[in-house]
């Protein structure tokens, strides 16, 4: 199935392709990645429409079908590979989780990232708890991508959230002078504030010397915004 979905996908991308918008989006993303050209709506509907006419995909053909998209050029194919795998992240098993991985540090950039962190890592982590400690050392990583996802992973948790690993991971990327991870903990911090109003303002206000200025200002901008 894998295989007729992504000629099915790639007949449908083709016929929406525009060089002119395709420029854009390579210069937008510096350059990194080729483009199609296709504006995220028309993304999301030819995703929709391509995969009506197949039936829900086992975690095998899931997995192969990511991966198939992962080795095509243009970025469409990786959207479409995190639209997928969020479509059908539930009731998958443990060990997606290290299949997952190799999505998250190939072809690397905020875009494809966020969305395999909060929904699929996320997703994966919520149904298999057990999971965390691969969290933990995922936080640890040289690699900021899978640092960035771990901090991440809990963004739809809500009051489901583990408060104390989420602090825990802000507090040990605090002193990284890299931005994503900065941005990382601040966008992380900002979601829960959502949740945990009061415990975020202590957090901030305590650790106002570790966080970086940017993580601290990320983190109560909702707060701040809302009066």
Request: charged share 25%; with cysteine.
């Amino acid at each position: 199935m894998s295989r007729q979905l992504v000629m099915a996908l790639e007949a449908a991308f083709i016929a929406q392709a525009d060089a002119v918008r395709a420029a854009g989006a390579r210069a937008y993303m510096r350059d990194q990645f080729p483009f199609y050209g296709i504006p995220a709506p028309a993304q999301r509907l030819i995703a929709r429409e391509v995969t009506s006419g197949f039936p829900a995909p086992t975690e095998r053909e899931l997995v192969g079908t990511a991966r198939a998209c992962w080795r095509k050029p243009e970025r469409e194919w990786q959207y479409f590979a995190c639209w997928y795998l969020r479509r059908h992240v539930r009731g998958r098993s443990a060990g997606m989780l290290a299949d997952t991985q190799p999505l998250i540090t190939t072809k690397s950039w905020w875009d494809t990232v966020d969305s395999l962190a909060g929904h699929t890592v996320g997703g994966l982590v919520a149904q298999h708890p057990e999971l965390a400690s691969t969290m933990d050392e995922w936080v640890e990583s040289d690699d900021i991508w899978l640092a960035r996802t771990a901090i991440l992973h809990q963004l739809g948790y809500k009051a489901s959230t583990d408060a104390d690993r989420l602090f825990a991971y802000c507090l040990r990327r605090a002193a990284d002078r890299e931005f994503f991870i900065r941005k990382a903990i601040g966008w992380a911090l900002r979601e829960y504030s959502k949740t945990d109003e009061k415990a975020v303002r202590a957090f901030v206000r305590t650790n106002v010397g570790r966080l970086s200025p940017l993580s601290s200002k990320e983190a109560l901008k909702w707060l701040e915004r809302r009066g």
